[in-house]
């Protein structure tokens, strides 16, 4: 993998607002994190988070009235977050691609899934008509539907919900972008389908070398797919590291509370690890670390002075842990 | 006919032969013109169990799968085609409303979307006190309020709660509200249609052990329904698993995970994405589930199944005892299936989780 060195992506200090007749309301607060090329980062959290906002950030689809209130965003050296529209929408679909949630509201039911990919084709890479055909048809094949040269021809109800992300995933990939932003790309799909779209996403970022920013709630979709993982809570990054360290040694304390939360099998079956309380709501977030409240290591510094990411394991974390001078005191494991 | 599954008292709940077929025909002058015959979506197709008092049993499976339409079955939201449902031995199906209304009191439910289930207008209070006056559980309107307040405290919310109305709640303090209201009828089954499938890992931990709880406190059975292999193998005692308006297999939770024996039960396991297999490479089975309009003949599972033979493309097998579970299998039956590759549970210790700190 590459190294921190030639970054793809470079979210620094980003803060997402809402404006409200209560005046303003920070959504996302302070999130800085690179990409490399070809990186799979999972980006996870509650619902609330701010984790599909910081995603729709990056692609320039955040729906007023949220909008970028700081920070920047630099992709391939090039800062984006201040793109006018039109220079924004030549790049979205080009350079970044976009996999949604649910299917049936990426794709349009009134065009045969091969006219919505020529067209896409056309528009970023200039082919002749019958060349971007051969290039629609040898995605669908590429992204696995069967009897492709058939299939192209067909409206997306025809297709299945496994099959109709595929088709996304076909159409995200149309003109070989760099990065692609997929929200939730599994959560509407059952389990053994879920699989094989995680599958697909590796591989075809492997052949391709993309870099995917893959946001979802699922730590099983996270664990299985992603390089590294982005921890989000309350609209701040808590904890980044490689997805090895989150999953079986998270050096946030709620980190550790999500993953003991989480019932697997063949685990103990009897009383789950509790985080007692919710995570509080946008323009509600407390001073200090915004988990202290539930944190059952908090100590004064916590109250009253946000923590930063700190180096802590492979990775970081914003903790007041793994501050030099209290991490001696009190080690957290 | 398949073996029923014995329970060693008398069941709390038990569910014979149970089917519900939805017509899904073209209209009658169309299949006139056509010479169309009726067409019937099987949603559910000759089902059997028994859940004993005091136990979690679940039913797992995907989409269509038939397990939310078992689950309005059993609690007489809705009619079945063919089949019974007994509570106590006393027949539900089909029954009126009249009929029901003593075991109506003793038979709730819970649903996935806390946020559809509440009447949006009224307050907590009124929406938990309903049942307790339908059912004149209480009299009077202090006796009704000390009962909403132990009803509150009893889910972990706070009696001042009631004040409130549920747009003012999160989900899983609404999912909690839920609970209290299915409780206030003191019953005695609760069928819980995916709990907690719209609610966070985190808050879906507090219900799951506020659920498991209230089990223990006041003695509860649960029917719960959910695609969530990892919540089901976490909360029950014995899981159904089923395919396409059928069960394929029923048995312990602990021997469903560790020895898993049919082959889409060993799909499923082998398919969802979990903590343990991170960084590992794996080969996803193919296909998917068909349309239940038009399921294949003879084992439902078998355009999938690794283990096929001209048999399973024939004649659909029944559930029988196998072990201490009871699987539909011909190649269970026939003892053609290999034996499981490493269980789950023997690749999980080769993992440290939580080992020295580097």
Not at chain 1, 88 to 106: C, H, N
Not at chain 2, 62 to 67: A, I, N, R, V
Request: charged share 25%; with cysteine; glycine share 10%.
């Amino acid at each position: 993998m590459a190294s921190e060195r030639s970054p793809l992506l470079q979210v620094e200090n980003l803060r997402i607002a809402f404006a409200t007749r209560r005046g303003e309301v920070t959504a996302v607060d302070g999130v800085s994190f690179a990409m490399a090329p070809g990186e799979v980062l999972g980006v996870v959290g509650e619902s609330g988070a701010g984790k599909s906002l910081t995603g729709a950030a990056i692609i320039g689809l955040l729906e007023p009235p949220g909008h970028i209130a700081g920070g920047r965003i630099v992709l391939g050296g090039r800062r984006i977050d201040n793109l006018p529209a039109p220079e924004m929408r030549r790049l979205r679909g080009k350079e970044i691609g976009a996999i949604f949630q649910d299917p049936l509201t990426s794709l349009n039911p009134l065009y045969t899934v091969g006219r919505q990919l020529v067209e896409t084709i056309q528009v970023h890479l200039g082919l002749g008509a019958a060349a971007a055909r051969q290039r629609a048809l040898d995605l669908l094949k590429e992204v696995g539907i069967p009897a492709a040269d058939r299939r192209i021809d067909h409206y997306p109800h025809q297709f299945s919900g496994g099959m109709r992300q595929r088709v996304v995933i076909a159409l995200a990939l149309c003109a070989n972008p760099r990065l692609i932003i997929a929200d939730e790309p599994t959560t509407a799909l059952d389990v053994s389908i879920q699989a094989q779209i995680i599958a697909l996403l590796k591989r075809l970022c492997r052949d391709h070398g993309m870099a995917v920013m893959l946001v979802t709630h699922d730590m099983g979709v996270i664990a299985e797919t992603a390089d590294r993982v982005a921890v989000m809570y309350a609209g701040r990054l808590v904890e980044i590291g490689p997805v090895r360290d989150i999953v079986r040694q998270p050096r946030h304390p709620y980190t550790a509370g999500l993953m003991g939360s989480i019932p697997t099998i063949g685990g103990r079956r009897d009383r789950l690890q509790q985080i007692d309380g919710a995570m509080p709501r946008p323009g509600a977030v407390p001073p200090g670390c915004a988990f202290h409240p539930r944190c059952r290591e908090r100590f004064a510094r916590c109250l009253d002075e946000r923590p930063n990411l700190l180096p802590a394991g492979g990775g970081a974390a914003a903790c007041w842990l793994h501050a030099p001078a209290e991490a001696a005191a009190v080690p957290h494991g | 006919m398949a073996d029923r599954p014995s329970a060693t008292a008398e069941p709390l709940v038990e569910v014979a032969d149970l089917a519900r077929w939805f017509e899904v025909s073209p209209p009658f002058l169309d299949r006139l013109i056509e010479r169309g015959s009726r067409r019937w979506l099987k949603a559910v197709d000759g089902v059997d169990f028994a859940i004993r008092r005091g136990e979690t049993f679940s039913l797992v499976g995907e989409s269509g799968c038939g397990k939310s339409t078992i689950a309005r079955l059993v609690v007489g939201l809705d009619a079945p085609t063919r089949g019974s449902v007994r509570f106590e031995g006393t027949e539900i199906a089909g029954r009126s409303r009249d009929a029901l209304k003593r075991i109506r009191r003793r038979v709730q439910m819970i649903f996935q979307d806390p946020y559809a289930s509440l009447n949006p207008r009224w307050r907590v209070r009124d929406i938990i006190a309903e049942p307790i006056r339908a059912h004149r559980l209480a009299r009077g309107t202090a006796a009704i309020a000390e009962r909403v307040a132990e009803l509150l405290r009893q889910v972990k919310l706070t009696p001042a709660d009631g004040d409130k109305y549920p747009h003012e709640f999160s989900g899983g303090q609404r999912q909690r509200i839920s609970i209290a209201r299915a409780l206030a009828s003191a019953p005695d089954f609760l069928v819980c249609d995916e709990p907690t499938s719209a609610l966070d890992v985190s808050v879906q931990a507090q219900i799951l052990n506020l659920m498991k709880d209230l089990q223990r406190d006041l003695g509860l059975t649960y029917l719960f329904i959910s695609h969530n292999l990892a919540v089901v193998y976490h909360i029950s005692d014995r899981v159904g698993v089923m395919y396409l308006g059928r069960l394929v297999e029923l048995t312990s939770g602990e021997d469903l995970f560790r020895t898993p024996l049919h082959p889409y039960t060993r799909l499923l396991i082998e398919t969802i994405p979990d903590m343990a297999m991170s960084g590992r490479r794996r080969e996803p089975v193919g296909g998917e589930v068909p349309s239940p309009l038009d399921p294949p003949a003879g084992c439902a599972f078998h355009p999938r199944c690794p283990f096929a033979a001209a048999r399973c493309r024939r004649e659909a097998p029944a559930l029988r005892r196998h072990g201490a579970g009871l699987v539909a299998c011909h190649a269970v039956e026939e003892g053609r299936l290999p034996p499981l590759a490493g269980s789950r549970n023997d690749d999980r210790s080769a993992i440290p989780i939580g080992g020295a700190r580097a």
